[in-house]
């Protein structure tokens, strides 16, 4: 059996499988690490996949999920254009932390622990521990997170280039950031996942505030009430909307999250008075 441990965040992720498993640069980052809770999942190459029942709780093109007693199951679906048929080609039944992958054979040639991770849905497990996945540029001040979050296209990695030019600040990871409680406060952490920026590293830290991006002719800063902070940054959370588990820890998670960091709005020109206001700010 080949092996493969990863943690993000202080959760835990333990892959076997009977061939061997690649991984990219970026997820090699997060190989062992000290973990608070661990998730074991064990991948077995079987074409035997069996045939979602009725009752399904999701039904897509590429997903059928359903429960049997206390086991989650999944079936993973591919297709090759949108005028032929879905094939499964992934089936995972999970009780617990113990995660059973059966996987087609005539696919697992170069398989890579990041597909697996991907498949068993990573971002649902790390909302169970309380840690929601936001998409967000992800700085180191001082010793500090600073995190700007916004829609794709709205400016958050030129403003965290120019936190790194004019600051000293290091980017953590261009696009993404995980964010759990540990050691007794909200601490914003790396993960394998950075969008088009190919920016990512595998570094904690204490949040010192949430940054909402918009663009604007003149800069300016405020700091946003709870109710706008929420509806503001949970468009920007990872989790399955059709889930009521995921819909439950992604809010409770962000609300408790909004109730201990500051979040503020910063509409902005792409140049330096955009960092001076934020830092009047901070």
């Given at each position: ?12 992720f333990?892959?076997?499988a ?6 990219s640069?970026a997820?090699r980052?997060?190989?062992g690490g000290e ?5 074991r999942i064990?991948l ?8 979602p029942p ?5 039904h897509?093109r590429r ?22 048929p ?6 995972v039944?999970?009780?617990?932390m113990e995660?059973?992958?059966?996987w087609?054979?005539a696919?697992s ?8 991770l991907?498949?068993?849905d990573?971002?649902?497990?790390l909302l169970?521990?309380?840690?929601v996945?936001?998409?967000?540029s992800?700085i ?6 600073l995190?700007?979050?916004?829609p ?8 965290a ?9 290091e980017?953590?990871?261009?696009d993404?950031?995980?964010l759990r ?8 952490h790396?993960i394998?996942?950075?969008g ?6 595998n570094?904690s ?8 991006l ?5 800069s300016?800063c405020r700091?946003l009430?709870g109710l706008e ?13 059709w889930n009521?588990?995921d ?8 609300s408790r999250l909004i109730?201990e960091?500051p979040?503020?709005r910063?509409?902005?020109?792409p140049?330096?008075?955009?960092v001076?206001?934020?830092?009047e700010?901070?």
């Open positions: 059996m080949y092996q493969r441990n990863y943690c993000f965040g202080g959760v835990g333990s892959l076997s009977p061939v061997p498993i690649g991984e640069d997820l980052l997060f190989s973990a608070d809770a661990g998730y064990t077995r190459l079987s074409d035997a996949f069996p045939q009725e009752g399904l709780y999701v897509t997903v059928r999920g359903w429960r049997a007693g206390p086991r989650d199951c999944r079936l993973l679906y591919y297709y090759r254009s949108a005028g032929e879905e094939v499964p080609y992934c089936y039944e999970r009780s617990g995660v059973a992958v059966d087609l054979p696919l040639s170069g398989l890579h622990a990041q597909q697996i991907e498949s068993v990573l971002f649902r497990f169970e521990q309380g840690g996945v936001l998409h967000a992800y180191l001040h001082w010793g500090r997170a995190l700007f979050s916004a794709s296209g709205t400016g958050k990695s030129t403003q280039a120019l936190w790194a030019r004019l600051r000293g600040a980017i953590v990871n261009g993404r950031a995980l409680a540990r050691e007794g406060c909200f601490q914003a790396g394998c996942f950075s088009t920026s190919g920016i990512c590293g570094r830290a204490p949040l010192s505030a949430l940054v909402v918009g663009q604007a002719e003149r300016t700091r009430g902070a929420f509806r503001a940054l949970l468009p920007q959370c990872a989790y399955r909307t009521p588990q819909v439950a820890a992604a809010t409770d998670t962000l109730g960091t979040v503020l910063l509409d902005c020109l140049d330096e008075s955009a001076k206001v934020l830092e700010c901070l």
